[in-house]
């Protein structure tokens, strides 16, 4: 069953929605929502079980596409272009593939439309593992997620998720549904042979991350036969984060332009 996801809504002119990763949500892209704001109608999505939009079961690509068709159609748009990050490149890509008559441009961020590594599948074990209970400060759980994540700035990201209030802490996050639904996230639906989609389509990888890989390209390819692909120095995964400037600078003409 789709359900209408909520979204954060900036500006106005030809529709962009942005699409975030895993353990991520809209609100982590509000500096270029805000910046492609001056030319486009921009819709900062959280998807299923994420931010503020409304817990599932499943956490399959395709009932995220149902997702965002619902969503789009709730905000009376019939076309957007489509930029997504990782998980979100994911719902990115099918959507144009599945729907191509509803994706204007597509831009996916440092992701391929193939399996990747289960890596993040500690950060789930590490987040169901912190004991809530008593927990009034956002230090207190990061204590206990050190072990576990010793990088700071992923601490940082994945707490974002954590709401503290006068009832308790809790995630915003469905952990039990996005674990049980990881084999899915980290995979890449099999298609029907001859799916393509024909539009323009920006990929853009950071060079540090080792998400799209040389061997990527020709699926890549295939698939989007007008794909650019584009590396940004300096970036890892979280592209948008790390170098934000190079990756303005790469989207903003791509999201512009003329068809």
Request: hydrophobic content about 45%; aromatic content about 6%; proline content about 7%.
């Amino acid at each position: 069953m789709p359900i209408e996801l909520a979204a954060d809504e900036f500006g106005s002119g030809p529709p962009v929605a942005i699409l975030h990763g895993l353990f991520g949500s809209g609100r982590n892209w509000r500096s270029v929502a805000q910046h492609l704001a001056a030319r486009h109608r921009v819709l900062s999505f959280d998807l299923r079980n994420h931010g503020g939009s409304p817990w599932a079961d499943g956490m399959s690509y395709g009932e995220m596409v149902e997702d965002l068709r619902v969503s789009l159609r709730a905000h009376g748009i019939e076309r957007a272009a489509l930029l997504g990050h990782s998980m979100g490149g994911k719902v990115a890509m099918l959507m144009a593939l599945l729907h191509p008559g509803l994706v204007d441009r597509l831009v996916v961020v440092d992701i391929a439309p193939a399996a990747n590594p289960p890596s993040l599948l500690a950060y789930i074990h590490a987040m169901r593992g912190v004991d809530l209970r008593g927990v009034t400060r956002r230090g207190e759980a990061d204590l206990q997620l050190a072990e576990a994540v010793p990088d700071p700035a992923e601490r940082g990201f994945l707490l974002q998720n954590l709401v503290i209030g006068q009832n308790g802490a809790h995630w915003r996050l469905n952990l039990e549904a996005i674990e049980r639904g990881f084999s899915e996230i980290v995979g890449f639906p099999d298609l029907p042979a001859g799916t393509v989609y024909p539009g323009r389509a920006l990929f853009i990888s950071g060079a540090r991350s080792n998400y799209i890989q040389p061997e990527h390209e020709p699926s890549i390819r295939h698939l989007f036969p007008q794909a650019r692909i584009t590396r940004i120095e300096g970036a890892g995964h979280w592209v948008h984060a790390e170098q934000p400037q190079a990756f303005l600078q790469a989207i903003t003409p791509f999201l512009s332009a003329a068809a």
